[in-house]
């Protein structure tokens, strides 16, 4: 039963791995943020023309990105529309 239960988490976590997909900043100078907040520390100023790779959405204001060796926080407003694809289960088996 532990195998079963391990395995699982193995593959749940390899979706969230899957399901990071690279996107382009609206706009240059924008914030890269410790924490999900304006007043957090400011961990690096990113441009339109660097890759940044969505984790995922923190929540209706913010989402977790990584950009090359780092990764923070970006406000919504500075990334594109993009659709839920909902992760399925031949994603995690990958």
């Excluded at 407003?77 to 909902?86: D, E």
């Amino acid at each position: 039963m532990k195998k079963l239960v391990l395995a699982f988490a193995l593959s749940l976590q390899a979706a969230f791995v899957f399901a990071q997909e690279p996107v382009k900043l609206k706009s240059d100078n924008v914030n890269l943020y410790r924490q999900p907040t304006t007043k957090g520390e400011v961990v690096k100023v990113l441009n339109s023309t660097e890759d940044v790779m969505l984790v995922r959405k923190f929540d209706a204001n913010w989402s977790i990105v990584t950009a090359g060796s780092e990764s923070g926080y970006i406000h919504n407003t500075h990334l594109p529309k993009i659709k839920k694809q909902p992760v399925t289960a031949t994603a995690a088996k990958q």
